[in-house]
Each structure stands twice: as C-alpha cells, then as structure tokens.
C-alpha cells in the first residue's frame, strides 16, 4: 500500500515539475495560467486533510508530509523559509530531501539529511560570519563556536546547555542503530518517530540559529 501511494506521489510530483517549468512560475504566483492547477492543488490538499492522510503539496508542487499543522508551520515550513530567504542552498536542499525521505518512509536517511542540513546551517552561519574554515569543523567544533555567537554576555552560565541542545540531532543520529555506524549484520530497522523527531529537531534549530545570527548582526 506504502509503495502505491508513493507512485502516485511521484506522478503528481512530475506531472507539477513539468507544468511549473514550462511556466516559470511557482504555485500561488501572479501568474493567471497556474489558477486552474491551483484549484486542482487545492483539492487534493482538502482531500488529503480530510482522509487525515498527513500529507500535503507544497507552492514548489512537492508533497510533504505534515503530522501537526502547528510543528509543521513553526519548523518545516519557517526553516524551509528562512534557508531560501539567507541563500543557504547547501543546507536547503538537503532539509528537502529530509522530508523528501520522511515521506517515502526511508527513515535512516530522513535522519541522516536532517543532520546534514543542521551542520551544514551552522557551517554556513559561521562562514557568512567571516569563519571561512568553519567547512572543515566538526559538530563539536561547530557548537562550541555558535555558543559565544548565540548567548549574550549575561547569559554565559547557559553555555553548556545551549551546546547539548545543539548537538542533541548528532547525538540521536550516533546513537540510532543503521544511521549514524554501521548496522552490523542485520539490516537495522529505524522507526518513523525517529525521522519525524529528527524533522522537527532539527527544522527547530535551524529557525532559532538563523534567527539568533540575524539578530546578532542588527
């Protein structure tokens, strides 16, 4: 059933691709020639939230999965958002391809990319921040130096705090079996909440990271 569904996911992905290029226009533009395609949108979004089906197009006529609309607006989409807007391309599309493998049920990938947008966001806030080398630091490396960007003078006393909160998707990525090491001899199953958490986890920091380096620059 999980595989149908994802080829029907995929002929609607398509068939989108290919009438928003021929376009150059996203969904929900200006651009009259797309409103018989966004009623159509419209429709199956209806459908898919009354079937309670947890999935929905997005303006780039990609289906993500969505489990609450309020996470999925204050950390999906807001994350999403604010990577496009600060030009963070690396980062970006490696958060789509997160949901993008949430969706298909690849959960040890869906946790893998999460990490990887998350590092890649702090690589590219300490780059844009005149630390050109920070491509080559660790997760370690990486938080210790956001920390003193992040806190206030006056907040010095959360630090370590701040650092675990920061290194909470690496740590749940180590630990889960098949993600992070090798899976040994058995092929190691990862469970959907763990994607979904790492989804969250890591949209969650990327918004207050990026707020956080937009604040610091004011």
Do not use: C
């Not at 997005?58 to 999965?65: P, T, V």
């Amino acid at each position: 059933m999980q595989y149908e569904a994802e080829l029907v996911f995929d002929f609607i992905e398509t068939y989108l691709a290919n009438y928003l290029n021929a376009y150059y226009h996203p969904l929900y533009s200006e651009n009259s020639a797309n409103r018989g395609l966004e009623n159509t949108v419209f429709e199956l979004n209806r459908w898919f939230k009354e079937a309670g089906y947890g999935y929905e197009i997005n303006s780039k006529g990609l289906i993500e999965r969505i489990d609450s609309e309020y996470l999925k607006e204050e950390t999906t989409k807001k994350a999403l958002q604010l990577l496009e807007e600060n030009e963070f391309v690396g980062p970006l599309e490696e958060f789509e391809k997160a949901i993008h493998y949430q969706r298909a049920m690849h959960t040890k990938e869906a946790v893998q990319e999460a990490n990887k947008a998350l590092e890649s966001t702090m690589k590219a806030i300490l780059e844009k921040s005149g630390q050109k080398e920070a491509n080559t630091w660790d997760t370690g490396r990486l938080t210790q130096e956001l920390r003193s960007m992040i806190l206030d003078s006056q907040q010095t006393q959360m630090a370590g705090q701040i650092q675990k909160i920061l290194e909470s998707l690496s740590a749940l990525r180590s630990t889960t079996p098949g993600v992070g090491h090798g899976q040994g001899g058995n092929s190691e199953k990862v469970p959907d909440s763990y994607s979904t958490l790492a989804i969250h986890l890591a949209g969650t920091l990327i918004v207050f990271l990026i707020q956080r380096w937009q604040e610091a620059k004011k």
